[in-house]
């Protein structure tokens, strides 16, 4: 979808003016993107289930710059971070005797950096399309809220209160992941352009999908 965007963004420009050059060796591009990112939060503990596998739709903003080395070789560096991404869960419990159960809540952001090589096909094109591998360093903060837990109280025969609400963390660690990357560059102008892509990143199968549109300049 978002190369045949990129397709209709450069399609008027490209039929009135003559092709100029873009992504030719010896120069950078600088940008800013936003879009939307889905994680996998996989079940920890001993907790039954979450109530999904995959957070989606997390707004995600960001920014990058690179260099070309070559007409088609760059080296691309990364900064972004997505709203944060919240999982429900359950277990059963039995405390005193009675049986029940507990929800907590997940709440998880994820602010990363990523390097990444790039290899851009066409020269001197307006529309490039460009496949990358890399690697993303993601600092991951998790907090875990409890909601209180009620149950039936065989002595008194009511439904009391059993352990109160409580919240875990924030706990933080280090995510590395690496990612693959398909995704355009299409100039408006001799340096202006649109660009998008769709990078997956991997950790025990697919850990994220993140889908990336924005503008930028050569320089």
């Known amino acids: 979808m978002l190369v045949v965007l990129g397709c209709l963004t450069c399609a008027a420009p490209a039929g009135a003016q003559a092709p100029e050059p873009g992504g030719s060796a010896g120069h950078g591009d600088v940008y800013a993107v936003t879009g939307w990112q889905n994680l996998r939060l996989d079940r920890t503990g001993d907790f ?50 009675s049986p029940t159960s ?65 919240k875990e963390g924030p706990e933080h660690s280090t995510v590395v992941r690496p990612f693959g990357e398909l995704g355009f560059k299409a100039y408006m102008t001799r340096r202006a352009f649109f660009t998008g892509d769709m990078r997956l990143m991997v950790r025990g199968g697919i850990d994220q999908a993140l889908f990336r549109a924005g503008f930028g300049v050569d320089f």
């Open 48 to 97: 039954d289930r979450p109530d999904h596998n995959w957070v989606h739709a997390i707004l995600f903003g960001g920014a990058g710059g690179g260099w070309y080395w070559t007409d088609h070789l760059k080296t691309q560096v990364d900064v972004g971070v997505g709203t944060p991404a919240h999982q429900y869960r359950y277990r059963s419990r039995t405390i005193n005797g």
């Open 102 to 166: 507990e929800i907590s809540r997940v709440r998880i952001t994820r602010p990363s950096v990523s390097l990444s090589q790039q290899y851009q096909f066409f020269r001197n094109q307006w529309f490039h399309p460009r496949l990358g591998i890399g690697i993303d360093i993601a600092r991951e903060t998790r907090t875990e809220h409890y909601d209180p837990i009620w149950g039936f109280d065989p002595v008194s025969r009511v439904t009391r209160e059993l352990a109160p609400a409580r």
